[in-house]
């Protein structure tokens, strides 16, 4: 809200200068526009910053409809608020106009105004590099990621579509890895593609290898026209653009994409559009580089995973089926013998019967730690329930697995992997370190965030026992998996005896159904 400032000529007084002269020599050096408007809501007056705004001079203003709208009910307290309005310049550039109105004696109006467009552009890239930022932050999938960010562009105003290319070798095919403006393009690679084979001139592919911004104007009507790109006609036509953008993302100094900008018509990419694609561009380099840093980890962790169960599988399945060899052959040797004694042979055949029992259930506990099919069929629970059933089946401790019934929530299928996993080797720990004879898992979610605990009723820290210390391998192996997802991993003595391992894992609350409200709005 504004003051409202009373000024009258006739109070103006500056020695050898008239008011009236004085009043032009203010209005002629304004830097913002100032205009009077007729009843009609036409320019009447304008100053030079006026002509500056609006692009026209000042002969071709004079009786033009303002855009300023004069059909407010009221009107006597628009002095006192500045309003927006847009205009278009002669050349086609929409311009961002506040400004603020004064009656005057006669139907007229005297107006103040001024071009917001960059401070405004400005705001909204600050504001679409915050949300993006928090979308590499926050999100766990790298397509949903970069969706966001390709979103988070398009929503400025001056750019209508917007795709996130990569590409690991020049030879290579293109991946999408996000998209926005677009409408239905989900075969864009394979019509880039065969584009490129009819010798298309792909100038993002110069931004990749020059590892420069690429920046071509009125590129649509050139595409839209060449046979060579007749693949993509369909597609490239369906968003309003005209200019065109391809920034690189780089990593490390390598480019290892691009961020293909396509404006709106009458908006040339300028320094300050340019160094907000720079800014995204940073962004989505660093989602694709910690999504490559995390394969690399689930890789090496699966390494490990696959050594570790072939050492169980050599210490626990192998063992037992040379044992079964052997009883087989002594029961052989009993009934070839002369004289059989049936009660050893049966006491033989019983020992073999217990033998297959137990390494059937390793086996099947090994099998479904190598592909806990559960996860994606059944969920965490029934999972983590399975796999505590064949620890119990091969007679190592109780397990006692509690969640609530009517547990939902809302986590992507690699975080409940490595949440199962994580589960897996404090279950391993217990078995193998804490002398215990039953576990507690609760699952359960508290204020957004999946918490699991593990406790049981070992030797926790006696200083006799073999307790797995705070820095092993599989320990760090569980709070890698936990903090790789924003989580948290907390291991040590519990309060009442034993040892907990508790792992909190946040935004896995379900979220709420859209209302029609919502949806409509």
Not at 37 to 62: K, M, Q, S, Y
Not at 260 to 282: H, I, K, Q, R, T
Not at 294 to 322: C, G, N, P
Not at 327 to 348: C, F, I, K, N, T
């Amino acid at each position: 809200m504004c003051s409202d400032v009373k000024s009258r000529a006739d109070e103006l007084s500056v020695p050898g200068l008239d008011a009236d002269s004085l009043l032009r020599a203010l209005v002629a050096v304004s830097a913002d526009g100032l205009a009077v408007l007729d009843w009609h809501g036409r320019f009447a007056v304008v100053n030079a910053a006026a002509v500056e705004v609006l692009g026209l001079p000042a002969d071709d203003l004079i009786g033009h409809p303002a855009p300023f709208p004069l059909d407010d009910a009221d009107l006597a307290g628009l002095r006192d608020c500045r309003r927006r309005a847009a205009w278009l310049t002669p050349d086609g550039r929409r311009r961002d106009l506040e400004y603020r109105l004064v009656p005057l004696a006669g139907g007229a109006y005297a107006v103040w105004f001024s071009d917001v467009t960059d401070v405004l552009r400005q705001q909204e890239r600050l504001t679409a590099i915050t949300r993006a930022a928090s979308s590499v932050a926050d999100a766990g999938s790298l397509r949903a990621t970069l969706d966001a960010v390709a979103n988070e562009i398009v929503m400025t105003t001056n750019i209508a579509a917007v795709q996130i290319l990569a590409i690991d070798d020049p030879r290579d095919e293109l991946r999408v890895l996000g998209m926005a403006g677009f409408g239905d393009a989900a075969d864009f690679i394979e019509r880039l593609s065969a584009c490129r084979r009819l010798g298309a001139h792909v100038r993002f592919m110069d931004a990749i290898q020059n590892r420069e911004p690429v920046v071509v104007l009125n590129r649509k009507p050139s595409i839209l026209v060449d046979p060579r790109w007749a693949p993509l006609h369909a597609i490239m036509d369906h968003p309003d653009w005209d200019s065109f953008v391809s920034m690189p993302v780089m990593v490390r100094g390598r480019a290892i994409g691009t961020i293909n900008a396509y404006y709106v018509p009458g908006e040339d990419p300028g320094p300050s559009s340019l160094a907000f694609l720079e800014a995204m561009a940073d962004h989505a380099a660093i989602a694709i580089d910690i999504a490559a840093h995390l394969a690399r980890t689930r890789s090496q962790a699966q390494s490990d995973e696959r050594r570790r169960l072939a050492r169980d599988l050599h210490d626990s399945v192998v063992q037992q089926l040379f044992s079964m060899r052997m009883q087989a052959e002594a029961l052989r040797s009993q009934v070839d013998s002369a004289d059989p004694d049936p009660a050893r042979m049966r006491g033989r055949a019983h020992e073999l019967a217990e033998l297959s029992q137990s390494a059937l259930a390793d086996l099947r506990g090994l099998v479904f730690e190598l592909h806990p099919l559960e996860l994606a069929e059944r969920g965490l629970v029934d999972a983590v329930r399975a796999h505590a059933a064949s620890l119990e089946a091969r007679g190592a401790l109780a397990i006692d697995v509690q969640a609530p019934a009517d547990l939902e929530f809302d986590l992507a299928i690699e975080i409940q992997e490595d949440l199962y996993r994580i589960v897996q080797e404090a279950l391993h720990n217990v078995v193998k370190h804490a002398r215990a004879h039953a576990v507690n898992v609760r699952v359960a979610l508290v204020d957004g965030a999946l918490t699991i605990d593990v406790t049981d009723d070992g030797c926790g820290l006696d200083p006799g026992a073999e307790r797995a210390p705070r820095t092993t391998l599989g320990l760090v192996s569980m709070r890698e998996r936990a903090e790789r997802w924003g989580g948290q991993l907390f291991a040590g003595p519990h309060p009442a005896g034993g040892w907990t391992v508790q792992v909190t894992m946040p935004g896995a609350a379900r979220p709420a159904p859209r209302t029609e409200e919502a949806t409509n709005r």
